[in-house]
Structures are given as structure tokens and as C-alpha cells.
């Protein structure tokens, strides 16, 4: 169990669930995370919101629910890493000058659907802000707790789910010119794959450098029985995957 494990209780994952969930209706729409994603600065493509769904949505519903959205936050938004936090807070810092000030506290909370009145800003500032300047610096920001807590953890899997898309968007760009460059490249899959021992029953096959996935796709269709696990540390997004049909 993981450090932020132990932290986090279901009742904080449920207040950043329903900061997403506009309509109450226990459930994450497509155009939910959009207006999120939006409101932070970012813009994303019907595609990107695709890829977020693919990889969130387990049961294939096109909503995500309360459990899938906990178990994405527990596996890929890390509030006890300090270059997490400091990506968090520069989302937050709306100026870019290093620190957090009320009004910028105020229209996040606004943004995100986390309905505080003016005293409680104020008192949330005041809980953060250890040396009395009126401003929330980084380290004040890591060090603090209660709603800051709920904060950190709305904006990191904003944050993350923008991570995501922008990977997915990169592996789509690198198929698209990986076959126009290299036009031997799905016979170099095959290749590969015939080189691989000829037991089609293998239980349990694994992958070093899974990249965007193609050969990995094209493992599991030749070992359909088999687990494909998958080890890649290329990127945030992949650290260890596991493909089965079983």
C-alpha cells in the first residue's frame, strides 16, 4: 500500500468526484472533464477526451463512475511527490509569479464546482500561509492539509488526465510517421514476432519497452491466452501495464 494510500479516504475522493460531477448524477461525462480541462487552461480535442475514456472507463459505459475515478487517481495523481505538487501548483499560480494569492484561490474553487463563501478563502489562506505575507508559496503549499488536500487532488487529476491525452495524441503521431518513413515497419513486427518461441499457450510473456503499444497488441493477438505484461519507463504514463484475455 503506497503512502498516498494510507492518506486518502474515500470521503476526499468523493468531494473531487463531485467537483467534476456538474449534474449530480454520480457519474463523469465526456463534456464533465472537458469543461475541467478547460476552465485550467487547456483545450482539448474530442480525440484527447476519447483517450482519457479509453483508458478510465473500464466497463466501456462513456461515463466514468466513482470506483474508476478512484482507482485512476490512486494509480496516477501522487500528492506526497514534490514534482508533482510543483506541476500541481503551477496550474494553480494563474500569474506565474510563485505564489498562490486569494483572488487566483477564489476563481480556481469557482472553476473547479468547490463551493466555499469569502471567510472560508480567507481562513483557507490563512491556514497555509505560515509567514503571515498573505500569499501561499510552494513550500506552504506542500505542507498544507484539510481542503488544500482536496485542491491538490482536483487539479492533479485534471493535470493527469491532460498527461494522458497529450501521450495518446504523441503515439498517434509517431504511428502515423513511423509508416510513412519506414514503410517496412509491419514487416518488422512480424518479424519480431516470428523470432518469439512458437508456444502459442505461453502463460505469461513479458515486454520490455512498450512504446505505443503495437507490438504489445500484436503479442496478445498471436498468445491470446497469454498474460502480456508490459514494463516501460519512456513515459509517466506507462509504468507497468498488464494485458490479459482471460
Known sequence: MSKQTTQLSLDELKHVFDSFDTDGNGSLSPEEVMNVLRYLGMNPSTEDIDSIFISTDKDVSNTIEFDEFSQWILDKVDITSKNDLLEIFRLIDLDNNGT??????????Y?????????????????????????????????????????????????????QAEFDSLARQYNQLIRLWVPWYEENLGVTLDNLQNELDAPNILELGGGTGNLSAAVLERYSQANVHVVDSSSKMIDFLIFSRS
Not at 483572488?103 to 474553487?109: F, H, M, V
Open 100 to 109: 498562490i494569492s486569494t483572488d487566483e484561490l477564489r476563481e480556481l474553487l
Open 111 to 163: 472553476g473547479l464546482n468547490i463551493n466555499v463563501s469569502d471567510r472560508e478563502i480567507e481562513r483557507l489562506m490563512q491556514q497555509a500561509d505560515v509567514n503571515g505575507n498573505g500569499l501561499i508559496e510552494f513550500d506552504e503549499f506542500v505542507k498544507s492539509g484539510g481542503l488544500w488536500t482536496r485542491i491538490k487532488l482536483t487539479v492533479g487529476v485534471v493535470r493527469s488526465f491532460y498527461i
